[in-house]
């Protein structure tokens, strides 16, 4: 994440007007040298400065922002990323940063959507803020997750394992049962050497009352974790569901 965000610094940098004065542009052209280096301290202690002569440079808040991720401090970050997309509101980078930091915060679901759309509507193609929708959306009945989610397919995703597997449980929550199916039943094809692939297709087979099916698959997942430890407590449910579809 932190290449990506150098490249869309950098571009962003040629878009955004230019420095008032001799002082703050070597300044910043000093932060983005050091965040380009991964020297992250130099990078906000010289973003720091600039702010200090420019409270509003976006270039400033963003590098600011990822080098106070960097420290694990995410309130600081969110902040700066905050301040960026309110400054420029139609800036891709600010909005992406910003949403993406809200998204790590459980608390903030609803706003981390609201900024990544305004992202989205900016750049549609864009697979990395796609992904962070889905995401948000999936599990619930957000009228737009199935949106999402077929609009990252068309990026070239539409058959990976995970991809199809939230998709089959948006489908799913919509009642949309013969999609679901299909779905989940290529997920189960794709994703068989993912675990929790497979054992998520077994559920839906099983809540669909698909009994060969849901105990084939949920034989499928019991086999491939046999010997992961960390699987033991969902190894434990699909075995007594095999018992019971089987009685």
Known sequence: MTARFIGLVVAVALLVSGCSGKQEKELLSSARAAAAAGNWQQAESDAAKVLELAPDNVI?????????????DLDEATNRAGHAARVAPNNFTALYMYGRLLYRDSAQKQKAIEVLEKAHNLRP???????????????????????????????????????????????????????????????RQTGSDRPMIMLSSA????????????????GKFVKMTSNRNEFAPYRAEASQRISALRK
Do not use: H
């Open 203 to 218: 559920r839906f087979f099983d809540a669909c009352n698909m009994k060969p099916l849901a105990v084939d698959t949920y």
């Open 60 to 72: 400033a808040l963003l590098i600011a922002s990822s080098a106070a991720e960097k420290r694990d």
């Open 125 to 187: 193609d864009d697979p990395d803020v796609l992904v962070l929708l889905c995401n948000l959306t999936a599990g619930t009945k957000d009228p737009n997750a199935e949106k999402y989610l077929r609009e990252y397919g068309k990026l070239g995703f539409a058959n990976s394992p995970e991809y199809l597997n939230q998709l089959g449980v948006c489908l799913w929550l919509k009642r949309d049962v013969i999609g679901a199916r299909s779905v989940f039943a290529k997920a």
